[in-house]
């Protein structure tokens, strides 16, 4: 793995794909390639892009890589998190056919995570790959999200800045106020703003906003058309403008700390989690399983008799 990083580095793009898949499957391998980028100790910004399904977030986030090139960026990231294919198991890869545009571009390296139908290890998957983009070089990243619920509040808190990206629809509005993207998005976006109900989505978002808890910053609201490029080179600025905004409360530091204890508790759940698959093999948790469905003992009390085993069998024993 160290190899792969070295070359990865140096510009090998197909190491740092074989990284990137590394980290997406786990195992021995995944935490090897992870272990090395969080050695490195260096950080990218992130930029997470949510919101409901055909709200143009894959148009528009082909228009933010170039309005970012355009500005400088000298290299960038794109992780596009897409719906998992019911055959193969892979991502369908959607989003990366609409930034083909980008494919000869040395400074853009667009990858497709697939969503596997959960969010475990896509919870664990995503600050990993993010962390080798950093290992690597590469200033800036942006997380697109397949569009469903629980996964945008997944994004948000693994990204330094969330944009949730509405249609012109009332119905938009209300899927972002209940899926929590009120609380979580630092920047709201009308897409498809030359169609009708545009100015009713955002009226509808400064409403909601009004009713919510005020802070320091506001999310702003901005409209644009993300087939002709309208609207992208603001949302550029306000990205920057929220990034500043950051780093003068002195939010940044923190924030990114507060991921890693999130991270660091993700990883812990998941190996328990494989500890009890494990611990289902054995005599015992048959017996006590049989019990709690025979009523001879309740879920609480079994579970904590498995414990107790468990502990027993850890204690070290005479002479060992």
């Known amino acids: 793995m160290g190899a792969l990083l070295a070359s990865a580095i140096d510009g090998d793009r ?35 892009i949510t919101g409901a399904p055909g709200a143009g977030k894959s148009t528009l986030v082909d228009r933010l890589i170039a309005v970012a ?36 571009d040395a400074g853009v390296f667009i990858r497709s995570m697939a969503s596997r139908g959960h969010l475990g290890g896509l919870a664990v998957a995503v600050p990993e790959a993010i962390r080798l983009f950093a290992a690597v070089g590469t200033p800036l990243v942006i997380v697109e999200t397949v569009g469903v619920g629980q996964v945008e509040v997944e994004v948000a808190s693994a990204t330094d800045t969330t944009v949730v990206v509405v249609n012109p629809k ?78 003068q409360a002195g939010l940044l530091e923190s924030s990114r700390r507060q991921r890693l204890q999130r991270e660091f508790r993700l990883v812990l759940r998941a190996r328990i989690e494989k500890e009890i698959d494990r611990l289902g093999s054995e005599p015992r948790f048959a017996e006590l399983d049989d019990a709690v469905a025979d009523h001879r003992l309740d879920p609480y009390a079994a579970a904590e008799l498995l414990l107790a085993h468990v502990a027993d069998d850890d204690r070290p024993r005479d002479g060992d």
């Open 14 to 48: 197909r190491a740092l794909a074989r990284l990137l898949s590394a980290a997406e499957r786990g195992g021995d391998d995944g935490r090897a390639a992870a272990a090395l980028a969080y050695r490195s100790a260096t950080e990218a910004d992130t930029v997470g």
């Open 69 to 104: 090139r355009g500005d400088g960026v000298a290299r960038l990231a794109v992780l596009a998190v897409d719906p998992t294919s019911p055959f193969s198991g892979g991502a369908i890869l959607g989003d990366r056919v609409r930034m083909q545009g980008h494919d000869l």
């Open 170 to 247: 009332w119905g938009d509005a209300i899927q972002a106020n209940k899926a929590g993207l009120l609380e979580t998005a630092d920047i709201f976006v009308v897409n498809k703003a030359d169609m009708p109900g545009a100015d009713q989505s955002r009226r509808d978002l400064e409403q909601m906003l009004d009713l919510s808890a005020p802070g320091d910053w506001r999310p702003p609201i901005l409209t644009t058309v993300a087939a002709t490029g309208e609207g992208i080179e603001a949302l550029w600025t306000e990205i920057g403008r929220h990034r500043t905004y950051l780093e």
